[in-house]
């Protein structure tokens, strides 16, 4: 098993599940988001849902932070013991002509999302936790959408967000279709999931861009 | 071919009547442990028909005859089927053309007054014999822990062609098989990963009924021994196939990862 742990097929299938683990939650995260355009009620019901189920807040939401530590604990792993294996760098390599430049640079567009993450975290999630745990607020079932909205009002949080979607659709771009890939899943299919991948990692990010652009450009007027 | 004692049109577009005179930047390097550096040579008279291993015999030769040390290169069949020469041509394994090794490479790929940037194969588990020559016996390595079959020599042996075998396994099988070893897929990752020399050697057995018996052993081995020697791990960049000189598909990488997790549940 200890083999097992170590071996280089394995961490890559570690990289892919977890990776399409996040894909999962992205597509669910980004459905309950994109009701704070169409119907602010609708999102208000469904953050708090989430905010009190305890099944979310107890199984999944730990589920979730282990999926996304997982993910770049083992990244980083695999980017030294990649950086190690080449001894010394080439006086030339022209990289470019032979792989695309978002599938060589998974570690960087993978930072950038790591430290959007810090900021999303603080905005969110740290504010949660302080409103349920330490402030011990009443529930409140109506003010998800106004504290969402609120958040979007400076323009460098909106723009720090959009540039970490551009990245987010990057490393999509490469990752979603090349976890198939490292789980030994090539076939007739794999040009679907292709071309899939090329949708998704362009809709979902495009969606959240919008979503915070939307919000900083239709301030709550009272 | 030459019309009227001149190129005619269709050779016109290509520089093999052309000699060109070329700014050379060769990695030299003494030994193992000795650090390298890149030394400039100029050579002119380099013509286009010119194979680049012909093209580094006549700077040798050159070299030779100023009382220099000749760059040390390695190269054995000169027929692109043996996997000896190697060489990282202007930041390319085997050079700018593809589907070919450094030997086919013809210096008509090159033009007049070019600057070309001549290289070892860079790994941790290639380490630099000398000058451009480095030691690749890890892929010998990984080939002896499980690139094999047994097969039964006691006089009762089953004739291969008597076994029946799918058209399209037994071509996947072949296409695998063509790999040659020449490290070229290490020299172009980005992480120095050897999965699609290792794969191709694992799938050419793994398609084959005769491969069947020892495959979960192979793969674990083979995989075992290739992460010993240090190489990197995959990221599916696709940069090994585009330069793999006999074109060995991704789809063997992923056929490796079948096996190895089909072996791993099978303890």
Known sequence: MSGLIKSSIARKVVMALS??????????????????????????????FMGYNPLVQFVLQPIL???????????????????????????????GANAPWVSRNMIYSGLVVLAFLVLHFYDFWVHEMAYKYIEVSPEDPTRYYHETVEKFEPFWRTILYVVAFVLLSLHLWHGFASSFQSMGWNNKYTPAVKTFTKLFSVVIPLGFAFIALYHHLNPITQ | MLVDGKPNNEQQTTNNYITMKLYLKIWRQKDASSPGKIVDYTLDGVEGDMSFLEMLD?????????????????????????????????????????LVTTCQLHMRKFNDGDTIVIEPF??????????LIVDRSAFERIQQAGGYISVNTSGNTVDANAIPI??????????AATCIGCGACVAACKNASAMLFTSAKVSQFALLPQGRIEAVERVQNMVRQMDLEGFGNCTNTGACEVE??????????????????SASLKG
């Not at chain 1, 990776?19 to 708090?48: C, K, M, R, Y």
């Not at chain 1, 770049?72 to 030339?92: C, D, H, T, W």
């Not at chain 2, 799918?166 to 296409?175: I, S």
């Open chain 2, 58 to 98: 006549i700077l040798n030769e050159e070299l030779v005859s100023k009382g220099e040390e000749p760059v040390e290169f390695d190269h054995d069949c000169r027929e692109g089927i043996c996997g000896t020469c190697s060489l990282q041509i202007n930041g390319e394994p085997h050079g700018p053309d593809r």
């Open chain 2, 166 to 175: 799918n058209k399209h396994d037994a071509d996947e099988a072949m296409d």
């Open chain 1, 19 to 48: 990776g399409l683990f996040l894909v999962v939650f992205l597509t669910q995260h980004f459905t309950i988001n994109v009701t704070s355009v169409i119907d602010p009620e609708t999102f208000n019901a469904w953050s708090h």
């Open chain 2, 244 to 261: 793999c000189p006999k074109g060995i598909s991704l789809t063997n990488i992923a056929r490796m990862n079948r096996e190895y997790l």
């Open chain 2, 122 to 131: 860079k790994a941790k588990a290639f380490p630099v014999i000398k000058d």
């Open chain 1, 65 to 95: 932070i282990a999926g996304v530590v997982i993910h770049f604990v083992m990244g980083f792993a695999l980017e030294i013991q990649n950086k190690k294996a080449r001894g010394g760098s080439y006086v030339k390599y022209k990289g």
